[in-house]
């Protein structure tokens, strides 16, 4: 299960080759706003090399294009798709036709792979968000964008965010209803260490998969928050546990310490135990060349010039 | 075969970057200079043939200013400075 997503900017090496040992669950290598346009072309390059680089790391790839309606969207596919990314995270997603047009694009590639996923950012988006999660099974799921989506509703971000809480609502039953995962919005102060627990936390609460960040400092917190408890874990063994024995023994009513367990609990321990069953991301074995020697020269020297 | 019609540049002098010129030349010329050429110059200077050769290109005056950029950087640094050079198109054209 995907609990983190990392925002990357694309031209950036220095970022982008350290992104797999950051603990994120997948890196979202940034084509868009993090680009400037003189230098699209050279992100291209440099994110299929990266999502090359990545696929000896435990985390997923992400590449957020630019948006549909701009000159680089189709030269972003078709220089991207070849390396095989994860997703495709599609900006600006507001109707069903964007997300057909979208992988209409991506199949010219021949790449039947790669998913997508649609980044949702304005009110029109909010309003279809079911079409949208809905559109193909190639839709991965949902990712609330709020910077965009408040300037859209004429309106401003605040640390509470009572501004999204419609919209948050929203596309969480959307995409469930869609059968989706569902990613919530970055929280955007980086020194605000309060700030992001308790934004996780309301996140978790309206029942988002995860969290969205542009900082590795909130990778920590997201995960934590996003996983569940070691009690949360043994309630659900257990719960798990007495309905099979209530089902070898015939028993249509299954009991947990004296009181009755009814096909919802089961259903959200079965999650629980599943949420935990997927791989988590940890540091990877790399195999010796050329570049992690090039990283080893660098941190033995920094270290012989930290000892000097 | 692709031709180098113009002097191009590509990435920076950040660290973990490099910095490519490229320039149009009678033969192939290579220039490096760069953090780690003691240890890893023919290294570098294999990868750059290499690309070179994938993109056509046999004659060109290129200079790296390597910063410790991994090979998948410096790959797509001269790529992109090919690109920029063979093609006639502008820096960030879209296609």
């Known amino acids: 299960m995907i609990r983190s997503l990392l925002f990357i900017p694309g031209n950036s090496p220095s970022l982008l080759v350290g992104g797999g040992f950051l603990g994120a669950d997948a890196l979202i290598l940034d084509l868009e706003d993090a680009v400037a346009p003189a230098e699209k072309d050279a992100a291209r390059l440099l994110v299929q090399n990266a999502v090359r680089w990545f696929k000896r790391f435990p985390v997923r790839t992400i590449v957020r294009v630019n948006a549909l309606d701009t000159p680089y969207f189709r030269a972003d596919i078709q220089t991207v798709l070849p390396a095989e990314p994860d997703m495709i995270m599609l900006p600006k997603s507001g109707t069903r036709s964007d997300i057909e047009q979208a992988l209409s694009v991506m199949s010219v590639t021949g790449n039947e792979k790669t998913a997508l996923f649609p980044l949702v950012e304005t009110a029109l988006g909010i309003e279809n968000a079911y079409s949208i999660a809905a559109s193909s099974p190639r839709v991965y799921g949902l990712l609330l964008g709020a910077e965009d989506l408040t300037r859209d509703l004429h309106t401003k971000r605040t640390g509470e965010g009572a501004e999204i809480a419609y919209a948050r609502g929203r596309i969480v039953c959307a995409a469930r209803a869609a059968g989706k995962e569902v990613y919530d919005t970055p929280f955007t102060d980086v020194n605000d260490d309060a700030g992001i627990l308790a934004d996780t936390e309301t996140a978790k609460s309206f029942g988002f998969t995860g969290k969205a960040s542009i900082s590795p400092r909130h990778i920590d917190p997201i995960n934590r928050i996003f996983s569940p408890s070691p009690a949360e874990i043994r309630e659900a063994q257990d719960i798990v546990r007495a309905a099979k024995e209530a089902e070898k023994e015939g028993r249509g009513v299954i009991a947990l310490n004296g009181k009755m367990i009814d096909a919802p609990v089961l259903a959200r321990a079965e999650q629980v135990l599943a949420s935990i069953s997927a791989p988590t991301p940890v540091a990877a074995s790399i195999t010796t060349d050329k570049a992690d020697k090039k990283e080893n020269e660098e941190r033995s020297d920094k270290e012989v010039s930290d000892e000097r | ?95």
């Open chain 2, 1 to 95: 075969m692709a031709k180098i019609v113009k002097r191009a540049t590509a990435g920076t002098m950040e660290s973990s970057d490099a910095f490519v010129q490229i320039a149009p030349a009678d033969d192939l010329e290579i220039e490096l200079h760069s953090v780690v050429e003691e240890q890893f110059g023919e290294d570098i200077r294999a990868l750059i043939r290499r690309v070179l050769n994938e993109s056509g290109i046999q004659s060109a005056h290129l200079r790296v200013e390597d910063r410790g950029a991994l090979d998948c950087v410096l790959e797509a640094r001269i790529r992109t400075a090919v690109s920029r050079a063979a093609e006639g198109t502008k820096k960030g054209d879209a296609q």
